[in-house]
């Protein structure tokens, strides 16, 4: 049935409710699982692309660091019930990216909460789980 799950987690109490999810269905139905973050690039064009490029890659290392945090105290659970997971973390559009890793690593189901980021930057990036459920090439499950 669900062979495959992708967790897409940002570290919000929704994305935590996600994985509550994953790990009760990991354990009925004895899915793969995998983690992923995807943390979203800084715009920069013209010539300040080149300017700000050092900045640009001090603060991707430094959000690559946190999210590889936020999946290792996500997966805690999963490592006390012995439940196999892999997890990965990408720079780029988070829709974009979710949908495209789930197709390339053929899952079956993605978890993801309802909401990540609010406010302004939701309002300007859109909705994260509607593209999701939008373009998604599997089934969608989001939390609340």
Request: with cysteine; hydrophobic share 45%.
């Amino acid at each position: 049935m669900f062979k495959k799950i992708l967790v897409a987690i940002d570290g919000s109490e929704q994305s935590l409710k996600a994985v509550d999810s994953a790990l009760e269905l990991a354990q009925k139905v004895d899915s793969e699982i995998m983690f992923l973050e995807v943390v979203p690039p800084i715009p920069a064009f013209g010539t300040y692309k080149k300017a700000l490029e050092h900045t640009i890659h001090e603060r991707d290392e430094k959000m690559i660091a946190e999210a590889r945090e936020t999946i290792a105290n996500s997966a805690k659970k999963f490592d006390e019930l012995h439940i196999p997971y892999k997890s990965k973390v990408v720079i780029g559009d988070p829709a974009e990216q979710i949908c495209l890793i789930a197709e390339e690593e053929h899952i079956s189901l993605i978890i993801m909460g309802t909401l990540g980021k609010t406010g302004i930057t939701r309002f300007l990036m859109g909705s994260v789980s509607s593209k999701v459920v939008a373009h998604a090439h599997c089934s969608v499950l989001l939390t609340r």
